[in-house]
């Protein structure tokens, strides 16, 4: 087990990094008492008993009454999904209590950090209504993949820009040259995320619905499909 990246998971469901730690200590070893732990782990009692207080509360452990109280970890599947079906419920009552809605304005906005261009591009793409374009290297497709394939499913047009062969059903490709770490979408001719991506690089994007840079993205883009079908000798669309 990836001991780091599991507790690093688990600070996603509302554990801090000590409560993470002791809860993988418990889904490893099984029932416990907090003097136990504190001797497996260097922790110090207090700060143990302190943790276990905290994990019971927050649905990731039970307390048994014996001799002495010990603590069994709540499993992760059941732990994780109490958290989320929380956080969905929470979402939903929010949606329906938002006081009001305003309209989005157009304009552009910078979205930095590769994680966070990573989620606006899967939320774009999942939200097509009839097409996406992507335009980016091969080696960035995989983190892509599964929400292109949901779309595919749906029946909408997926065509893809890039630098290498790369296989996805019913997907429409067109080879490129290189593209590093630029990255282009655009969905149902509304909306463009375009800039850098992937490791080292700067990962910053900008997301616009803005009608003009939406029409100017979109022309480029047409128009190097143009070029490539006019390099293989092919008939322009």
């Known amino acids: 087990m990836e001991q780091n990246q599991y507790v690093e998971y688990l600070l996603h469901f509302g554990l801090t990094r000590q409560e993470a ?19 497996e782990t260097g922790i110090s009692r207090s700060n143990v008993y302190s943790v276990l207080a905290a994990l019971a509360e927050k649905g990731a452990a039970y307390v048994i009454e014996e001799s002495a109280k010990r603590y069994i970890p709540v499993k992760v599947e059941e732990f994780c999904g109490n958290c989320i079906r929380r956080m969905q419920e929470e979402q939903e009552w929010m949606e329906r209590n938002l006081p009001q809605k305003k309209a ?37 497709l995989d983190a892509f ?24 059903k019913d997907a429409i490709f067109y080879q490129t040259e290189e593209k590093g770490q630029q990255i282009g979408l655009i969905v149902d001719s509304k909306s463009v995320l375009s800039g850098e991506y992937g490791k080292g690089s700067l990962n910053t994007c900008l997301y616009s619905g803005q009608k003009n840079f939406v029409t100017v993205f979109k022309n480029a883009m047409a128009n190097e499909i143009k070029l490539i079908q006019l390099q293989k000798g092919g008939t322009v669309l």
């Open 145 to 168: 993949r599964q929400a292109l394939e949901e779309l595919v499913k749906k029946k909408r047009k997926v065509v893809i820009l890039t630098d290498a062969p790369y296989e996805l």
């Open 104 to 140: 989005e304005t157009e304009g552009y906005i910078t979205i930095e950090g590769e994680q966070n261009i990573l989620d606006k591009a899967k939320n774009l793409i999942a939200q097509a209504g009839e097409r996406v374009y992507l335009s980016c290297t091969a080696g960035y």
């Open 21 to 39: 730690l002791i809860y993988v200590e418990l889904l490893v070893k099984g029932k416990q008492t907090g003097y136990e732990i504190a001797k």
